[in-house]
């Protein structure tokens, strides 16, 4: 099994790309009924553009082991909604996260099932301490990719079905140059969907 052993893996920085490594690929049909704006959801759906990338480096799920990767979100809206990743719970509901950000401009947008949110800007040098309990989603609110390395526990699990039914409690549109979080018109309470 991989990682029984010391492992060396090569992270472009720009790019946020694994040189050995294929990443995975979000495309908007992935993300149907996430955007706020349904007639410019459709309206993209046209060219269905590729929204996000990330990697699954396989490490083996034991909570002795650290899953880590890069997510690289693309620049682009949906509407006035810029570009965003799915965004996820952890199954082991009380694992954190971290995400340092390597590249381009961008937000964490968190939530709690107990109505808590909070938004933290992104640039290259800061890192993020997602809690457990929290769950997150990378938004990309400048010109170029915006490229977090993230950290947590290998057996943490994802779980995203909570997101597809709920949506988040804000979302985060363009306004005036610079950017708003705005109440979502499409969420639906904060309960896990299973
Ligand atoms: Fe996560």
């Known amino acids: 099994m991989a990682y ?22 979000r ?7 996430m955007f706020h704006d349904e007639a ?3 309206a993209a759906m046209k060219d269905n553009p590729r929204i996000y990338s ?3 480096m396989d490490v083996p799920a034991r909570s002795t082991d650290l899953a880590y990767g890069t997510s690289i979100c693309y620049p682009g809206k949906v509407g006035d909604e810029f570009f965003m990743t799915k965004g996820h719970y952890h199954e082991i509901m009380d694992t954190a996260e971290v995400y340092y950000c390597q590249q381009g401009r961008g937000l964490m947008m968190m939530e709690t099932l107990d109505g808590r949110w909070d938004c933290k ?6 890192v993020v301490y997602v809690p457990g309990g929290w ?3 990378s938004i990309n609110i400048g010109d170029v990719p915006f490229v977090t390395f993230f950290v947590f526990r290998a057996d943490a699990g994802h779980d995203y079905a909570t997101i597809e039914h709920n ?5 985060v549109v363009a306004d005036q140059g610079g950017y708003a979080v705005i109440d979502n018109p499409n969420w639906q309470g904060g309960e ?3």
């Open 167 to 171: 949506s988040f409690r804000k979302c």
């Open 4 to 25: 029984e052993t010391p492992e060396i893996f090569d992270f472009d920085l720009d790019s946020g790309f694994c040189l050995q490594k294929e990443p995975m690929h």
């Open 40 to 42: 410019a959801y459709q």
């Open 27 to 33: 495309h908007l049909s992935a993300m149907n009924g």
């Open 135 to 137: 769950a997150h989603r």
């Open 121 to 126: 800007e992104l640039v290259p040098g800061r």
């Open 192 to 194: 896990l969907a299973k």
């Open 54 to 56: 990330f990697y699954d």
